[in-house]
């Protein structure tokens, strides 16, 4: 088509070509984004999954562009939308030298808030170490010369510090419109931009807060767009899982008492007994938690609503928690007027309190239907009670927030099993999306292995673990580049940790938990040939192209554990509407887990390496065939003298 738009662009003598030396046009990146614009132009939804090193991201962005529409990109991770902002777009709308406004939106609890900056300055007694002295000053003067406030852009405090959730707000205790620094507040300036912005890239937690507060019936915070890009949309069915739950703790009950008796004894001291409210509901918590203590006995420390040891004790000590808060709450909305920080903490208080009632009644205005239903389950640790609640079902809340003739596009590289739609289309209530795929253009056979050795021990067995860290000793050794181990729980991610640790000389080996993710990668990068064993957070969003990553190993097939409360329900649900849970739940959920795990090894052409799978019943198992061929085209043995032979002498590149 020689009017093509889009072969203008990605063509071999396209805009793309004649601006970036390196640039080679591929197929299938041009074929999606193909697709792209037609969903768009006919306002449909398209699922695309899109293999490793397809360029899915530049065959989104192109039809965006050149559409002209307004569009909302949703990224899986904020890192992932801070490399799009800064690095992916602005190099695309030079090479095709395009005027597109673009703006760059997050959640709120990423903004420095200028007011709770403010009240501690004031109170240097808010500290909790000498450490966090020169971090609030260095936060102080980002806040008066930065034009977004967004704490990505200050490294000098780390993400992680403690300081930052005390100098940005919550939705509970922002002031709105009554804070006396709103026309400087960095959130309504990000939110301006991208309602005045061509293209607005957020992420998916940020998409699914705005959709629940539409679901409660709060005005939508998200611009109106003609396209919506999900970009690593496998994560979708469990984030929207989350946000459109709820979460509510004795902590946030305590830390809210806190924040009221500051308030009040410093704004309000004569009219009212401030400390005889506060000592009510501190003694109400705190009798709330004792009375959940049955439950820190059982597996995990949780429970569902509906299997609560000792019942009744805990419906009266959450009834007399709930009554407890009424007069505190009653106190400061008699008093909010007097000062800013009373009326900050009666939004926390009244948030913290609306959740507890909506925990109670989690149905409260829904039919019955089971697509509508909620779970409801309590957790305990060493120090509080956590009620968490989610939705059994998210598809009829995610599908219905699209506006007729809006254009959708779900993509990442893994979305099906082998090839099947069917579980992330039920997930999400899309069955009437377009489906399509799009193989990954790496020579996987010729430079990747999957091994799955023969005498390991059943994976549920007692020394499963040890055994699978011994059988990856001697790849190690012959392995020039990098390991990452993933395993399917922290106490394997301990076990097999201490195996290496006590077989490998004079090699870094690392384990999750030790520093923060982004520390053990960069740890990983700089070292060369280091070991990183870890769980489930490092299963995908890794990206360590040429022998920085030689081998990958993977202890068990990664289900679900049973005991998640979600999960569980709607195991129960599946089973009583006559289906298969194991096949329509757990295996296509292992399958899609499995896939983005294997996804580590080969991450560009020159990559190579092998994939150590421990678990056996990827191969005796009926249905580890779905697993296996759901996985790249790596050639596959069982037999640890051609593994050793592969990591010895990589395969060449093809001329």
């Not at 990747?448 to 994976?459: E, S």
């Not at 700089?526 to 070991?531: D, E, K, L, P, Q």
């Amino acid at each position: 088509m020689a009017n093509d738009p889009l072969e203008a662009v990605f063509g071999p003598d396209g805009s793309l070509a004649r601006a970036l030396p390196a640039y080679q046009p591929r197929t299938a990146q041009q074929e999606l984004a193909q697709a792209i614009w037609q969903a768009l132009q006919e306002g449909e939804v398209l699922i695309a999954e899109a293999g490793t090193g397809t360029g899915k991201t530049w065959a989104y962005l192109v039809p965006a562009f050149l559409s002209g529409r307004k569009t909302l990109i949703s990224t899986g991770t904020r890192t992932l939308q801070d490399q799009l902002f800064h690095r992916d777009i602005p190099r695309l709308r030079h090479a095709l030298a395009l005027s597109v406004d673009v703006a760059l939106l997050k959640g709120r609890s990423n903004y420095v808030c200028h007011y709770h900056l403010d009240r501690l300055e004031q109170d240097p007694g808010a500290l909790k170490s000498r450490e966090e002295i020169p971090q609030l000053r260095t936060i102080r003067q980002f806040a008066r010369t930065s034009e977004s406030g967004d704490k990505a852009e200050l490294p000098a405090v780390p993400e992680t510090a403690d300081l930052w959730n005390r100098v940005t707000s919550t939705r509970e205790n922002c002031l709105g419109q009554d804070c006396p620094f709103v026309r400087d507040c960095f959130v309504y300036k990000a939110r301006r931009r991208a309602q005045d912005a061509d293209v607005v890239v957020v992420n998916h937690a940020l998409f699914m807060s705005d959709l629940a507060l539409r679901e409660e019936g709060v005005a939508n915070l998200l611009p109106e767009t003609h396209l919506v890009v999900f970009d690593e949309a496998h994560q979708l069915p469990a984030t929207a899982t989350h946000f459109l739950g709820e979460s509510v703790s004795v902590h946030q009950v305590l830390d809210g008492l806190r924040q009221a008796e500051a308030a009040g004894l410093a704004h309000a001291r004569e009219a009212v007994r401030w400390s005889d409210l506060c000592g009510a509901l501190e003694a109400a918590a705190r009798a709330f938690r004792l009375a959940c203590a049955p439950v820190t006995a059982l597996p995990g420390a949780r429970v569902t609503f509906e299997q609560l040891p000792q019942a009744q004790g805990f419906d009266e000590a959450f009834q007399q928690l709930c009554t407890a808060m009424d007069p505190l709450l009653e106190a400061l909305a008699a008093q909010e007027e007097r000062h800013p920080d009373l009326a900050a903490a009666l939004r926390m208080l009244e948030g913290v309190h609306d959740r507890l009632q909506r925990w109670a009644t989690p149905a409260r205005g829904m039919p019955e239907a089971a697509d509508h239903a909620a779970v409801r389950w309590v957790e305990c640790s060493t120090h509080s009670v956590r009620l968490q609640r989610a939705p059994l079902s998210v598809a009829r809340i995610f599908s219905g927030f699209r506006r007729d003739g809006q254009a959708w596009v779900l993509t990442s590289a893994t979305l099906s099993v082998r090839g099947d739609f069917q579980h992330f289309q039920r997930q999400l209530g899309l069955a009437d999306a377009h489906v399509a795929s799009w193989l990954s253009p790496f020579d996987y056979a010729a430079r990747g292995l999957l091994y799955v050795p023969r005498a390991l021990p059943a994976p549920g067995s007692a020394g499963f673990s040890t055994a699978f860290a011994h059988a990856l000793l001697p790849l190690m050794r012959v392995s020039r580049g990098g390991v990452l181990v993933l395993c399917t729980t922290l106490r394997a991610v301990a076990e097999v940790a201490d195996c290496l640790l006590d077989g490998v000389d004079g090699r870094l080996v690392m384990r999750q938990g030790e520093s923060s993710r982004a520390v053990l990668l960069e740890r990983f990068r700089a070292a060369g040939n280091a070991v990183l064993v870890g769980s489930v957070s490092f299963w995908e969003g890794i990206d360590l192209p040429g022998e920085a990553l030689t081998l990958v190993a993977i202890d068990k097939l990664p289900f679900a554990p049973p005991d998640d409360p979600v999960l569980e329900a709607r195991l129960r649900v599946c089973r009583a509407q006559g289906g298969n849970p194991f096949m329509e739940h757990q295996l296509p959920q292992a399958a899609m887990l499995l896939k983005q795990g294997a996804g580590r090894l080969i991450r560009s052409e020159t990559d190579w390496g092998v994939l150590v799978v421990g678990d056996g019943r990827l191969v005796d198992k009926p249905y580890g065939r779905l697993l296996w061929q759901g996985l790249p085209p790596f050639a596959r043995t069982r037999d640890a003298g051609l593994a050793l032979a592969f990591l010895g002498d990589p395969p060449a590149l093809a001329e």
